[in-house]
């Protein structure tokens, strides 16, 4: 995903259990983990001087979790906790985040999450037919 305000360092480790049926897709009781310390990096166009958006400007973390729930209707929810500091903000002082978001996804991401192919889902939802991938050439053949 290009997303240019967003970016960070570390990694993580978990478990996804999906659950595919033809049409749906599931997913109970992920959970994520960062396996060692990192950073993130947000750089919120609404910052105002908020205080969580300064810290999130350069967050080095030392805890990041996150679980993960989707249903085939729609509905999702999704929790994050990072613990860790911004050297820059309250002098260094530890900050812990909590972030619970829930709702239902719209129809257009739900087809792209389902298929995989989001640009597909795009272009048929304006009514445009998604270009067909040409089948690659065997090598040495023009």
Sequence with gaps: ??????????????????????????????????????TLRYQSPA??????????????????????????SGDYRIGLRLEGHNPEVLSGHPLAFNLNISGQLPELLRRGLVTGNFERAILEQVGQQPAETPPAQP????
Excluded at 15 to 27: D, H, M, R, V
Excluded at 139 to 142: L, S
């Design 47 to 72: 910052d105002d001087g908020n205080l969580a958006f300064q810290a999130l400007r350069n967050l080095v973390y030392h805890r990041l979790q996150a679980q993960l729930n989707y249903q085939p």
């Design 1 to 38: 995903m290009h997303y240019p305000q967003l970016s960070g360092t570390g990694s993580v480790d978990g478990e996804l259990p999906l659950k595919l049926a033809t049409g749906s897709i599931e997913l109970q009781d992920g959970a994520l983990r960062g396996t060692r310390p990192g």
């Design 139 to 142: 090598a040495g053949k023009p």
